[in-house]
Structure formats: C-alpha cells, structure tokens
C-alpha cells in the first residue's frame, strides 16, 4: 500500500493503482472519452489529464500512483486543456446530437458538458468518409462520428481475442477497418456485439437502439443458451424485446455476450410459436383444443395407465433449457403423482458420464473449480471441448489466459481455433480418448512427476491403480489414437510440471467412447499431481445447456433425489417422505435409452417430454421414433412444433425463458436467477403451472399454491439439500446476484472452489483404473472413415431458437455442411460445395461438402442443428457402459458422390 494526496484528501492504494483510479476513490470525476474499466489503460484522448506537484500534466489513465503524490484534479489549465482537446475530437465529429440514437447517452456529449465546451472555432472541420461497404448484420455503423478511441479495436482484442479490427490511417484520416480493411463477414467477426457496448458514441450501436430507440423497461436475466450462464440484461418495449446486452455486473460474463446471447431472441415472438394447447385427430392431424380440455384428456389417461399398468407404465423426460423450479417440479409429479423414479434429463446423453465420474472419485457429480480459475492457471489441459464456437464467453478467457503466457495442451481430432493457440495439440482419431489419457498417466508415473505428500495425505488406492500402468505406454496409445507418441510425452510433462494445472473438457469427452473411464483418467491425472482444491486447478467438465448442471442437481435423474442422494438412501427417503406426505418410490428409475427400448417392448406406455426434442437430438433417430410411435400416450411441452411434438397426442404451449422467473445453474455451480421481461405469448402457459394443473386434475397438490410460486419450490430444494440449505431466493436478490453451491446455511456465503485444501466431500479423493476398450463401432472396408459431431458459433443443439432468429442471414448459419480434410476430397473427387452422400450403418443423408483442414484426414465433423438434415440418423446407439450416455462423437461413415 502506498498513500498520496489528491484534491487535498490523503488516500492509501495497493502499488500499481493507477491514478485516474485513486482520484475515483477519493470521489473526483476526472473525464475520460478512451478508458474502460474492461480495458487495460490505453492514454489516447488524454482528456484524463491531471496535475502532479513538480511534474508536468500527466494522463491519469495509465500512469501509476506513487508514494508521497500531490496531484490536482482541477485547475484553470487543466480545463484549458480538455475544452480543447473537445473541440478537436468535435471538429471531426457531426453535430446531430439531436437526431443521434446515441443522445444523452453519448459519452462525448457529456464530457463536452462536463468541461463547458460550447462552438468549433474551425470553419471547416474536416470529415471522414469510410467505404460504404463497411457494414454489419447484427450492428448499425456510422463511421462519420467515430472519435478515433479504439476501445471498439482494443475489446476485440483484450476481451473477444478476435483481433479482426484496427486503426489504420493518421490524423483526420484515422479510421476503424475490419481485417485488411476488407468488411466484418470477410474478417471472421464474431458478432460477439463487444465493440457496440464500449463505443462511447453513436459511431458502432445495435441496430435496435437506432430503430426502436428508448426500452419501456430493462429487465436483468440469465441466459439460455450454453452453460456459461452470462446474466443479461433486456430490453423490452411495447411487450416486444428490441436488444439485448451482456450486464456489466455478470458475475460468470463480467459484461460480456456472445452472438447467441445477444441476437438470437427473436424467437420468443416467432409466427410459429405454439400458443394452444394442440390434440391429436383419428386422421393423424392436430386441432386446437381449450386448456380444460387437453388437461382433462391427459390426467384422465394417465390415471387409466397407470391404473392397468402400474407406475412402471409411464416416464418423463425434463429439460436443461428449463428453470430448477420446473425441473424439480417434474421429477415431484413424476414420483409423488405417478408414483415412479423413471425422471431424465438430456445430461442423460451429453455430461452423465461427467456426473458419474465426478461423484465417485470426488464426492459430487459438478466441476470442481470456477470460470475466475483460468486467469490464475498455469496450464490449461483441454480435451473434447471447442468452447470458442460452443461457449463463446468462457473460450474468449480461455484464449485470453493463452495469449498472457498460460500453456495449453489441447486433445482434439478437429484443428479448432484454441487448437492452433496450443502448445501442444494432439489430434487424436475419434473415441480413443481413454488410450491417450491413459498413455499420460503412465509418463506422469514412470517419470516420476507425481505429488508423493498429496496423494499420501488426501487419496485412497493408489498403489492398486499405478500397477496397471505399466504396458499403457504412448507407444501403445500411438497405435490406437494416430498420435505421435513423442507428442504424447510432451503433453503429460506440459501438464504435469505446470505450478497450477488446470483440466477442461467437454462432449468429446463424455459422448465419445466410454466417456466415464476418460473422466476417470482425467480425475487420475488432476489426483497424482495435486492439482486439486487450490485456485488455478482442478477438474471440471464445461455443461452444454444453460441448466444442464442444474436439472440433474434438483433431482431430475431416475437414481437420486436433488442434491444426487440415492433414492434408495434411508435418512433422503424419510425427509422427502415428511415434507411430500407420501412415501417415494425406491427402486431406480428408467433413463431416457431405457425409455425408449421399454417402449419398443411394450412395457412403456407414456411419455411427457418437455422442451426436448428427442426426435432430432438423440442418436439412432430411428430408434427413438419407433419408440415415441408405440406409446400409448405422448404429451409433448414445447414452444414449437418440433420434430418430437409432431409424434404426440397432446402439445402443450409451454413458456420461453424470457417468460418465466426460476433460476439456473451454470457449467461451475452458480445458481442465478431468471426474471420475466415479457408476458406469456397467446394461452401459452409456464412449465410450472402445466405440471400444476395436471396433477391437480388427478388428486393431487404439488404443494407451491396455484400457480405454483418459483420461491416456495426454492425452499422445498434447499430443505431437501444439505449442500444447498442456505438458498433462497432473498438472498438471489439485485441483479447478476449469485451463489455458488455448495451453500450450506444461510450465511454461508458458497463455495468457489470445491475439495479445497483436499477436503474432498468423499472424505478422500479415490483413484480408479481405467481400462482401454473400444468404441461401439470403428471404421473398416466398408465406412472407412469416422464421424464426430458438435456444434457450431451460430447455432445451438437443433437450433430451435437460432433457426428463427436474425443469425440464419450468415452464410455459416444456413445449412449443414460435412467438413472433411483436402486429402480426403482429393481421393474421393469432392469439391468445395458440391452436395455429397454420407452413409452409415443405420442410413444415409445428402449434404454440402465444404473442405476444410479444421479436421484430421481420416475424419469428418457435422453439427446436428439442422433437423432437415438429421445427422442423428447416422449415429449408433453405441453408449457409455456406466450411465448409457450416447456415442455421439465415434460412427464409421463412407463418402460418395450423391445420386443425381
């Protein structure tokens, strides 16, 4: 610490404040036109100026405060100087305040009256003219009034990692360009919409702000896309959302959104949205039917089916694009009204594997670090992930951790955009995760890079597993996995010498060959070398959805009740049965892979899915189809007509998020809240409330009132889950509030980093061997080639939201594409474009090629967010042995030219 003086206040700062942010503290209101607390100092404007006793004027934004300082915020020449500095930023700057969207919004405006400035002395102020080409789909660009800051180029670059935009030119002349001056779409932008948010003028703003100008409300949120869970905030204008923008006080975002977050909301008001309840006719087509009764169909079925059949009859799938309220008032309905545990959610077939693994080692199925962790890591081990296209936000800092000196080591068969940052990137061929994970153990163990003390004080069987190690050489992972065994060696040591070591992986992982014993594997690696409870490490697996996390962590899982309590536990089962008034069914449930076989044989004979579209996004479609077909009842909850709700006999009208208030819990166990910002559209209902109105038709009370209310179901979570007792839904109060569980009490103020210290929730953390087994299906004479799946920046999952949003004007975003490697289309005869047959054991489909070296030879990459396509019906019911989830990732396909 170090004290100075300023204005005449004596004030005490850390060593390397600068002094712009000592003046703040002391209350000052020094102008500034090109800072940004999301910014690293800059000192371009230099309308920061203060005076320093015995110095000359000094810009406060970038020069540090030093002991024994004087320093004088205020001064005739200091407003001298600034009066000037505004009058040149202004003598290039058109005067249309009035007729500018950016009017009393406008940062220059308000310096300029901050500092009393009034005319232009020059009579002919110079203007400059960008290229008329210079445009944006997502932003409305009036280049006329930049005013040369770059904090537009600077957030490109500090915060997105991009680097598309620059200053080019001098003087008057200066200008913003995008690449080589060649336009945004030509550079690759992002759309992440940053540059609109620091512009402190009109020169870069959404275009809603100019269109539709001032919101009747702001409303703070979370967001539903991905898992990084960025707290948003939404304006609304006649019931209509015209933007929506990042909230500066975002706790896992810290002001920042991706294209997604920001652009692709139009759905919520979508001409197809589903606003009536929809019956199924005997001529197989659907009528609108009243509420009362589409209610009364279903809880009259399902009182008759259960009633013949027993509870074992029915199952539900619920849904991680839907509230933790929702979710455990499904897994409530499906067990104290249907009298059954058979309750899933889609983590059944992306992070189940992650879940399980987790729990066994650890003691609980959630990451063990926070997003914060990658600023304070020294190596990043990443595997199965492309979190810049499928969590835009989390990969920009993942990048950002890279470009400021963090290693990275990188497992991967696609030469993604963090690929080609990493130190080491090893391309291995689609599921032989488990053979290269294993080779690293074994150099961690045979060269000794171990933390002897740590495993000793905080581990049980390690001596067990380190004797199974000894053939599992890289030499041996090289034959399985194509990589060089040198490579291999050199990611282990990278790892494992690292001070602080960090581990990320994502679907590549948990959808691609027994997903469970590679995070198993990577739990092994995070134990022997200490790089567990301590900030900067850990093992921690990045959630697809927005509450993927936070629907298996209320107990929509066939197996456990909310806070992953066996169902089967005495102490779960006795305080579920005193708050719920019934006794819980105790024999585990059916998962979804379980749901659809039962189906199949006859066993099943209902199904209420909400918010899923299992028709398009598991595997096997097929399989999945032929079994919704054979139910005797199918009730589908869901915005739109989906691939799934076309199968049902019953549609109910459910609710966006942008609808509803609940919370959410994103990829490291923050739990936020999510606030209506509109109405319900048409007679569309909440999930809570459907759910609600059922079980009461059939005798039942779900206990929150009617409608039911989000906060007493909160508190039915917390009393039900020790590790989230202190949550409620005062203390989720203000906007970007959060808690991270685990949250014990209500004083306790939640967990950034669990097992700290190796005080892990298992009492001590367990090694477990991990055996080398083949994918459900390899690649041979006949499909000779493999094929992985995932995702894509502009899409999300089947792209039921981003499909009726402004993305789909992207040339990326209008269709499916097979990626496939040159030396692949030269030895097929395919061309960039030309349309293509790819062709599986379950069937084929006819799509675009598009050549590419972001993919390994030998492999092909498609997304599975285009339902015209069905990707999904290439893939194998292939699954992981211990939690079925899917092998998404690993099917052998063959390429030919397609049928004219």
Known sequence: MLKLTIDGIEVEVEEGTTLLAATQKVGADVPTLCDS?????????????????????????????????????????LERIRRNIVEMVVSDHPLECLGCAANNRCELQAVAADVGFRKVRYEAPAQHHPAPDFSHPFLKLDMDKCIACARCVRVCDEVQGSFILGMAGRGYDMKV????????????????????????VGAIMDRAVVSDGLPDRVVNTTCAYCGVGCSLNVHVKDDQVTMIEPSPQGSANRGHACVKGRFAHEYSRSGDRLTSPLMRTEDGTFREASWDEALDFVATRLTEIKAAHGPEAFAAISSSRCTNEENYLAQKFTRVVMGTNSID????????????????????????????????????????????????????????????????????????????????????????????????????????????????????????????????????????????????????????????????????????????????????????????????TGTNPIRGQNNVQGASDVGALPNVFSDYRPVGDPVARQEHRDIWGVEPPSDAGLTIPDMFDAAHSGRLKAMWITAEDVAQSDPNTEHVVGALEALELLVVQEIFLSETAKLAHVVFPGATFLEKDGTFVNSDRRIQRVRHALPVLGAARRDL???????????????????????????????????????????????????????????????????????????????????????????????????????????YNVGTQTRRSSLMQLDTAKSERVRIHPKDARRLSIHDGETVRVVSRR????????????????????????????????????????????????SAVRLEKAAS
């Open 177 to 200: 360009i995008a690449g080589n001056d060649t336009g945004f779409e030509e550079a690759d932008c992002r759309s992440c919409g940053q540059c609109a948010v620091e512009c402190p």
């Open 37 to 77: 607390k999301a910014l690293e100092p800059y000192g371009a404007c230099r309308m920061c100026l203060v005076e320093v006793e015995g110095q000359k004027p000094k810009a406060s934004c970038h020069t540090p405060a030093q002991a024994g300082m004087v320093v004088s915020t205020t001064s005739n020449r």
């Open 345 to 536: 959610n889609c983590s059944r077939v992306c992070h189940s594997p992650s879940a399980f693994g987790l729990g066994k080692s650890l003691g609980t199925g959630a990451g063990t670090n926070s997003f914060e962790d990658i600023e304070h890591t020294d190596c990043v081990l990443l595997v199965g992930a492309n979190p810049t296209e499928a969590h835009p936000v989390y990969g920009a800092r993942i990048k950002q951790a890279v470009l400021g000196g963090a290693k990275l080591v990188v497992l991967d068969p696609r030469r993604t955009e963090l690929a080609k940052l990493a130190d080491v990137h090893l391309a291995l061929n689609p599921g032989s995760n488990v053979a290269v994970v294993n080779a690293m153990q074994h150099v961690v163990l045979k060269e000794g890079l171990i933390d002897a003390s740590f495993i000793a004080a905080h581990t049980d069987g390690f001596e067990e597993y380190a004797k199974t190690f000894d053939d599992l050489t890289p030499e041996w992972a090289e034959t399985l996995s194509g990589v060089p065994a040198d490579q291999i060696r050199e990611a282990a040591r990278t790892y494992a010498t690292a001070g602080n070591a960090l581990i990320l992986w994502g679907l590549g992982v948990t959808e691609a060959g027994h997903g469970s014993n590679t995070v198993f594997g990577l739990i092994n690696l995070g134990l022997m070398t200490g790089n567990m409870g301590r900030l900067g």
């Open 689 to 795: 409330d459907i759910y609600q109105l059922v079980a009461e038709r059939m005798g039942a009370d779900l206990g929150f009132g009617s409608p039911p209310d989000p906060a007493k179901v909160m508190d039915e979570i917390a009393a039900l889950s020790p590790l989230w007792r202190g949550v409620s839904y005062e203390r989720l109060q203000g906007d970007a509030a959060f808690l991270q569980w685990p949250c014990e009490s209500a004083d306790d103020p939640g967990t950034a980093i669990v097992h700290e210290g190796g005080a892990f929730l298992s009492g001590k953390a367990h090694f477990r061997a991990v055996p080398w087994q083949e994918p459900g299906e390899l690649p041979d004479d006949e499909f000779p080639m493999f094929l992985t799946t995932g995702r894509q920046l502009f899409h």
């Open 843 to 890: 069937g084929h489909i006819d799509v675009e090629a598009q050549v590419t070296r972001a993919t390994k030879p030998g492999t092909v990459f498609m997304t599975f967010h285009f339902p015209e396509t069905r990707t999904n019906l290439l893939l194998s019911s292939a699954a992981d042995e211990y939690t079925q989830c899917p092998e998404y990732k690993v």
